[in-house]
């Protein structure tokens, strides 16, 4: 099982599940969604990011922060911002870039090759994935692409018994959209602005389902 860790006490999940986190912009989604990698990092899972959205550098030193001086399991970024900037980055241990969030043959290999890294030189057979953000990815390409992409990728999660986290802008896009990439997903983690100012978030869809609570 994997635990979500302290966003969602006590809640936990099977192998093989993919998430998905919506919610309103400035609501706390891309913390909340890196807290639940952080929290299997200090356990030794393997840690796996694609980002579409922050630098491969600035996930890494968000992640770090997280963890404190804890060693932390692996890590491995897939960067799909810098290349598509203008950028021309080295590729390190720990971040390999796609061309843009329109590369999903790139995207979904560098998954592939982390998985196995991971497994081969480590040993993890655990492993956290989080592909931040979707609402990005509907950005660049219709619906119909994403969707197809996603049904491999969850697929892939499923496989290597994983545990996946997406994150997705649920005001920037139409129900239609939001209803048919909700079929994808085993459960939701739904975040919304509280009237105090903070965020609260509640679970549905998997084992153990909570109520509205205050995001800590």
Known sequence: MYGLGEVCPGVEVEPGTN???????????????????????RRGDGSIVVTTKD???????TLREMLGREEGGPLGIVDCVSK???????PSDDIKYASSPVDMTGIGIQLSEYLQEFYKSRGVQRNRILLHSLSTLLMYSNLQTVFRFLHVFTGRVQSADALGVFVID???H????????????????????????????QVTGVGTETDWRPMP
């Open 19 to 41: 998430l998905l986190v919506a919610g309103p912009p400035m609501t706390g989604k891309r913390n909340l969604a890196l807290e639940v990698l952080a929290h299997g990092s």
């Open 55 to 61: 630098g491969g550098e600035d996930v890494r030193a």
């Open 84 to 90: 598509q900037q203008g950028m021309n980055p080295s």
């Open 170 to 172: 649920s005001t920037a």
């Open 174 to 201: 139409d129900q239609q959209t939001m209803s048919t990439l909700k079929q994808l997903f085993d459960g939701q983690i739904e975040v919304r602005e509280a009237e105090d100012g903070g965020s609260e978030l």
